[in-house]
Structures are given as structure tokens and as C-alpha cells.
């Protein structure tokens, strides 16, 4: 297209945000227009995209970071042909794909956006995937907003994009200078970010964001550079072309107020059609597996600890799937995803101290057909969890692991303790969350984590605990095991990880006291089995919860949501991390929390009316 064309594809893009929103009656048409000319630009000479096969290997990726502008994300798509007037005019309406922010609901969509400072670090792991794992030559056009330039997670993506040369990202900050508010913190300032960017080892040009061939000649010279990504700094306006909202405030998230006299001054209504340029020719190669790791086996009765199983299933797991990768957060050593590394030193990434861009690259990966793995301490992951949610709306099928769980991790105390992680990971749309015992059990699920449909999340013990389980059983997602029970139980005592050792011991004393107890393995936290927690309520009328966890959103609150449905409700009493816990050993942390074996046996006394007073 000439210059001349380009510039009246943006005035269309332009018209068509305003048409949208105005269908709606809601939505972002100023911060659309902004950038219209940036993806004018984008779609006619740069963007090699097939729309009839948005699985194609060779097509490059285009994140609209700044979601809120989805109206010019599917004026894109009119003009390229794939959605036609009617449905461009049901935005944001029940049941249409286009939503007020990007999901995958629609094919051309790898990543849900709309959470400021994802799409960078989303990205990233795009980039990463085309670089180190597909080896094809697609580029990956992120664009984003200048306000969500103040997120710690661009920064995290920024760090790593240039410490990994990715040259085939490019980052299109649109600087209108306006956030939902007011102005941003740098306005149009381009040089304060284009410092920074610098600073970090990457490529940049400021350009006019309303100059297509300013902007032609920027994507150009992006594609161009060697061994850094690239960055283009657009100076824009907000609600360009109409002045009425043209560099206004007040305007952030509403339709036009004179949408048909901004049509007009907008030049009215154009139908262009973009002949977008296919991508080459690709075949991707599946990855083989260079070295075959046998599955990990543990006799019964050896003391292994489950993160330890963990990393050693993992490198089993990598061995027979070439799509499994390891992510990790510098911690490969005490996740044990170390074992992955040695194993399948090309699939495992390091991300450093950086959990948002961690998870964000796991996106990423996952959206190019891999099976990640990403891993830390489960208290550390608290800080990834908008990133963790946001993969549940891009139903994307992440598995996270999380090791150190708990006191019962010892002498480091409180801010190393993953205490909330269950509650995170069980409000999480489609998730599931594994809680194993045992290194055998740890061993098999994570196999069944591999076939997940949606997020997923192993928690894992640091300290050594008994091998309950022959190396052989199974341990189906949503179920549990009754490792005691009889005719005469009184109470049931339902546990996962730690505490279940802690259950066997309280229910041996209690035996030889005559007191019979049922211990049921919750190592399926979510799903969890509420027919076998039905049938011990029937039998025993009292469940006792052990976990080492806060009490909120965790095993407690699974077992009591398997009685929601309007049955008679057994006695129920839960033992929790209701403390702040200091430095102490294991053992201590976890009589101090009240969870060890000599709390269940008191609490079971106290149900059954048994209680020794001394």
C-alpha cells in the first residue's frame, strides 16, 4: 500500500472502533484510535499471517497487551477479511466472540489481554518458543499501552528479552499520554522510555505514531536488528481525528459522544479489504528426546521427599514427551527441577527471580503448543497470581509446581511458608490441585498433570516423609485413599502432604487406646473426592481436617463444599496454621501450628468425650 492508502486504513480503523462502541454502548474508542495508524501499518506491509490457519507454524503473533483497544484489534480483523460488518457491530454483546477485552474464543487470538503488563511477558515466552524450540523465523509484535509501561512485569519481560537477544520481539508502545484518569507519569515523553529500554540492551525508534512512513520505516529497521529486541515508541493522541475527544481527558473507557459526526469527521464509512502477506513455508520438527530417564520407583517404607520425586518424574516425563518444558525460577535446585535440566538441558529455561515473567513465559509456551512446567516456592507464586488467573481465561493448560510448603519447611520461617497457595489455586477457574504424600503418589500424578485441561498445580513437601504407596498404584485426579478405617471409627480424619503422616501417627496411639479413626489421603484437593468424604461422614458423623495451611480456602473448605449440596452436614472441625510462625524445626513448627500428631490425638479425645486431663 502507498502511504496515502495507509493512512486511510487507519482513518477506517478509526471509524469502525467508533462504530463498535457505539453498537455497544461501551468500550475504549479513544485508545483504539491512538494506535490506528501503528496497526494499519502493522497488518498492510509487516504483520505474515494466514488467517485461514491460525495454527500455522510459520505465522507471526500479534498481542494486543493493551486489550481495552480490542475494538481496533477487530477492525484489523474486518479489514483483513474475517469478520464482516454485521458481527464488527455486535462488540461486546451476549454471546458474541467479540468481547470487550481479547480471549481465545476467537481463533486469531493466542493470549486473553486486558490485565495491563501481560502481554510483553506473554511475549516472551512466544519469542523464546520460536527461538530455542520451533527454530522458525516468525516474529512476535507486541502492543501496548504507555500507562502499563509503570508494571513491574514489563520490566521482569524487558530484563529477560534482552538478556536472551530476542530479536524477534518487537515491543509498539503506543504514548497517547492519556491514562484512564489523566495524564500518564511520562506523558509524551519518549526519550525517559527510551532510555530505560536502552538501558536494558534494547533497540529503539521514536517515531510520530500518526507518520505511516515513520512507522513503516521503524517496523523495517526492527526486523532488521541483530541479537536485541526492539522497541517502538510511538507518539500518539488519544481519540486521533476527532476533535472533540482528540488529546482530551474524560473520555477513557466510553463511546463517543457524537459518534455520527465523528463518523463524518472521520471521513465516513470505507470497506478496504487488506491483502495480508502469508507466512513462508514451515514445517515444524517435533522435538525427540535426546536421553531416556526411567519413571522414578520407591520402595515402601524409604524416606524420599516429594519434591524430590517431582524433579525426578519430571525428567522421566520430559523423556518420553518432547513438548515438555521446565521453567524455573532460580530455585531449580530446591524444586528439583534441576533434574529436568541435566536431563533436557534445551527445554529448560530460567527466568531468575522474576515469578511474573515465569508464569507469563508458561503462557506464552503453551499458546505454541508446548507442555510447560513452571516451578518455585508455593509462597512465591502468590506473587504470579493475576498471571495465573489470566491463563484460566486464556484457557491455557499450565502446570505449576510448588515446593517448600508450609511450617513444616522449618527454620526459615513465615516468608518462605506457602500458606495461601491452595486458596489461590483452588479459586482459579478450571484448576486443579494436587497435594501428594508420598514420592510414588507425587511420581504418578505428575503423569496424570500432562493430560490437565486447564491450569494445574502439584504442592510438594521439602522435608523427607515415608513411602506409603508401591510404585505401581494409581492415583486418579479427583480421588483419594482410606488408609484406616474400620467397623468402630468414630472420627474421620482427612489430610493431603505432610499432615497425612502426622494422621497414621495419631491414628496408631488412638487405636491402642481404643479409639478407632478413620484417615482418608486427600492428595486431590481439587477435584476432591466428595463420594468417599459423603461415605465417612455416613460412617463416623464427625470429620476432622489436618492441613498445613492457612484455614481459609483450603483442605477445611474442600471437604465442607463436598456437603453443599443440601445433605445433613457431619460434625466438622478443622486444624489449621492459625499462628505466625517463627524459626523452629519441622517437628516444632508443626506442634506449634498445632497439626503435628499430638493435636489430632487431643482433638479426636476431645470429639469422643475422651480427653485426658493431667
Known amino acids: 500500500m502507498r502511504n496515502e492508502e495507509l493512512a486511510e486504513l487507519g482513518q477506517q480503523l478509526r471509524v469502525d472502533a467508533v462504530r463498535a462502541a457505539e453498537a455497544a454502548g461501551s468500550g475504549h474508542p479513544t485508545s483504539s484510535m491512538s494506535a490506528a495508524d501503528l496497526a494499519a501499518v502493522l497488518l498492510a506491509h509487516h504483520l505474515r499471517y494466514d488467517f485461514d490457519q491460525p495454527d500455522h507454524p510459520g505465522n507471526d503473533r500479534l498481542i494486543l497487551s493493551k486489550g481495552h483497544a480490542s475494538p481496533l484489534l477487530y477492525a484489523l480483523y474486518r479489514a483483513a477479511g474475517v469478520i464482516d460488518e454485521a458481527e464488527l ?14 480471549t481465545p474464543r476467537l481463533p486469531w487470538v493466542d493470549v486473553a489481554t ?19 524450540l520451533d527454530r522458525v523465523p516468525y516474529r512476535i509484535w507486541v502492543v501496548c499501552g504507555d500507562s502499563e509501561m509503570a508494571e513491574g512485569s514489563v520490566w521482569e519481560a524487558v530484563e529477560h528479552a534482552a538478556y536472551e537477544k530476542l530479536d524477534n520481539l518487537t515491543l509498539i508502545v503506543d504514548v497517547n499520554r492519556l491514562g484512564q484518569r489523566g495524564p500518564t507519569r511520562e506523558g509524551w515523553d519518549l526519550d525517559a522510555y527510551a532510555q530505560r529500554l536502552r538501558a536494558f540492551g534494547w533497540h529503539t525508534t521514536e517515531v ?15 526486523a532488521a536488528t541483530s541479537h536485541k529486541p526492539s522497541a517502538v515508541l510511538a507518539r500518539t493522541h488519544k481519540g486521533r481525528g476527532v476533535a472533540e475527544v482528540d488529546d482530551q481527558e474524560g473520555f477513557h473507557g466510553k463511546p463517543l459522544p457524537h459518534p455520527a459526526r465523528a463518523i463524518e469527521e472521520l471521513g465516513g464509512v470505507r470497506s478496504a479489504h487488506v491483502p495480508v ?11 525427540t528426546p535426546a536421553g531416556r530417564v526411567a519413571t522414578p520407583h520407591y520402595r515402601v517404607g524409604d524416606e524420599v521427599a516429594t519434591r524430590d520425586a517431582f524433579g525426578a518424574a519430571l525428567a522421566a516425563l520430559g523423556s518420553v514427551r518432547g513438548d515438555v518444558v521446565a521453567l ?13 535440566a541435566r536431563a533436557h538441558p534445551e527445554r529448560y529455561f530460567e527466568f531468575y527471580i522474576a515469578e511474573q515473567q515465569l508464569v507469563a513465559a508458561a503462557v506464552g509456551l503453551r499458546a505454541r503448543g508446548y507442555l510447560p512446567f513452571a516451578t518455585t516456592f508455593a509462597a512465591f507464586l502468590t506473587r ?14 499450565i502446570q505449576l509446581c510448588g515446593s517448600h510448603a508450609g511450617v513444616s519447611i522449618g527454620a526459615d520461617g513465615p516468608s518462605q511458608m506457602g500458606l495461601e497457595d491452595l486458596a489461590m489455586l483452588r479459586a482459579v477457574h478450571g484448576s486443579t490441585v494436587l497435594y501428594p504424600c508420598d514420592a510414588n503418589q507425587t511420581a504418578r500424578l505428575v503423569q496424570h498433570m500432562a493430560h490437565l485441561p486447564g491450569v ?38 482427612v489430610a493431603a502432604g505432610i499432615t497425612v503422616h502426622e494422621a497414621l501417627k495419631a491414628a496408631d496411639t488412638l487405636a491402642g487406646a481404643g479409639i478407632g479413626v478413620r484417615v482418608i489421603d486427600l492428595y486431590s484437593v481439587k477435584p476432591v473426592d466428595a463420594e468417599t468424604l459423603q461415605a465417612a461422614a455416613d460412617a463416623t458423623d464427625c470429620l476432622l481436617t489436618v492441613e498445613d495451611h492457612r484455614p481459609e480456602g483450603g483442605i477445611g473448605d474442600a471437604v465442607a463444599e463436598a456437603f453443599a449440596d443440601g445433605r445433613p452436614q457431619p460434625r466438622l472441625v478443622r486444624l489449621a496454621v492459625r499462628t505466625m510462625p517463627g524459626s523452629a524445626t519441622p517437628e516444632q513448627q508443626l506442634s506449634h501450628a498445632g497439626i503435628d500428631a499430638g493435636a489430632i490425638t487431643a482433638a479426636v479425645r476431645l470429639l469422643v468425650g475422651e480427653a485426658v486431663v493431667r
Open 456 to 493: 494445574g498445580y502439584l504442592r510438594t513437601t521439602r522435608g523427607a516423609t515415608p513411602v506409603l504407596y508401591g510404585p505401581d498404584e494409581d492415583f486418579p485426579v479427583g480421588g483419594s485413599r482410606v488408609l484406616r478405617s474400620g467397623d468402630r471409627d468414630r472420627v474421620t480424619v
Open 384 to 397: 504470579a497470581h493475576d498471571f495465573i488467573r489470566m491463563a484460566a481465561v486464556s484457557d491455557a493448560g
Open 277 to 287: 502477506a502469508p507466512p513462508p513455508d514451515t514445517v515444524l520438527t517435533p522435538i
Open 89 to 102: 457491530l455486535t462488540f461486546r454483546h451476549d454471546g458474541s466472540p467479540l468481547e470487550g477485552h481479547p
Open 114 to 132: 486486558g490485565s495491563l503488563g501481560q502481554g510483553l511477558p506473554v511475549g516472551v515466552g512466544m519469542a523464546l518458543a520460536g527461538r530455542r
Open 328 to 340: 524455573d525460577g532460580e530455585v531449580g535446585d530446591s524444586t528439583r527441577a534441576a533434574a529436568f
Open 208 to 222: 510520530d505514531g500518526h507518520d505511516v512512513a515513520a512507522i513503516d520505516a521503524a517496523y523495517r529497521l526492527a
